[in-house]
């Protein structure tokens, strides 16, 4: 399978936890993008990059989160003392970067906050 | 105002049935737009890129309307299988083509 793949698919965590979730693209995809997804709700934009440069944040995005693409490849996501409100689907995509192409998915990374 | 704004429906109909979708964006900046559709607790897949001219797949045809501001999606002949969640989707170039979404409207088709 060459589509976007995201690990884990699911995680259970308690409140005041890190979590970290990791994003691999298609290949050769120049952007990576991460979004968040509440229930009843379209996703809404975190961050993307283009190769390994972090080039925009979402104000969504608060200090507890990081992300990186050390290699320019696959992209981490890290959430620290977790909240519950960070409870979402976490999706990452990519595309070839440029011109309005669509970007395409991965199956998502579910979390939960106990 | 949001950016995206989609009715929410449920839009409920049968086999066989016609439906449309429509959208707004708040942006005059916008530059792409698509349809993605999403399934329950999956996640979103291109549907379709939306164009000026307007262009169709299949049973699918999408229409843009720049002046107005407003992008519509139209199902014809609707199966069991077009149930899910319709996403509006709009980007602007100077922000890296990020995806701006609507709420999504949910459609399910009933034999």
């Known amino acids: 399978d060459t589509g976007v793949s995201q690990d884990p698919r699911h995680k259970i965590t308690k409140r005041g936890q890190n979590v970290t979730f990791r994003c691999d693209p298609i290949s050769e995809h120049n952007r990576l993008y991460w979004y968040r997804q509440t229930l009843g709700q379209g996703p809404e934009f975190l961050t993307y990059?283009?190769?390994?440069?972090?080039?925009?944040k979402s104000r969504l995005l608060s200090d507890r989160f990081s992300a990186e693409r050390p290699k320019g490849s696959f992209s981490t996501l890290e959430i620290q003392r977790t909240e519950q409100g960070d409870s979402a689907m976490y999706l990452c995509?990519?595309?070839?970067?440029?011109?309005?192409?669509?970007?395409?998915f991965g199956d998502g990374t579910r979390l939960s906050i106990l | 105002r949001k950016e995206v704004e989609q009715d929410p429906g449920p839009f409920n109909v049968p086999e066989g049935a016609t439906v449309a979708f429509n959208c707004t964006y708040s942006?005059?900046?916008?530059?792409?737009f698509f349809w993605y559709r999403q399934d329950c607790r999956k996640e979103p897949k291109l549907l379709m890129s939306v164009y000026s001219s307007g262009n169709e797949d299949g049973r699918f045809t999408a229409q843009l309307n720049r002046a107005s501001q407003y992008i519509s999606l139209l199902i014809r002949d609707s199966k069991l299988s077009d149930s899910a969640t319709y996403l509006c989707?709009?980007?602007?170039?100077?922000?890296?083509?990020?995806?701006?979404f609507g709420t999504g409207t949910r459609l399910a088709v009933r034999p």
């Open positions: 995509a990519s595309s070839p970067g440029g011109g309005g192409q669509p970007q395409h």
């Open positions: 942006n005059s900046a916008s530059q792409s």
């Open positions: 990059f283009q190769n390994e440069a972090q080039l925009e």
């Open positions: 989707v709009v980007t602007l170039k100077s922000s890296g083509d990020k995806l701006t």
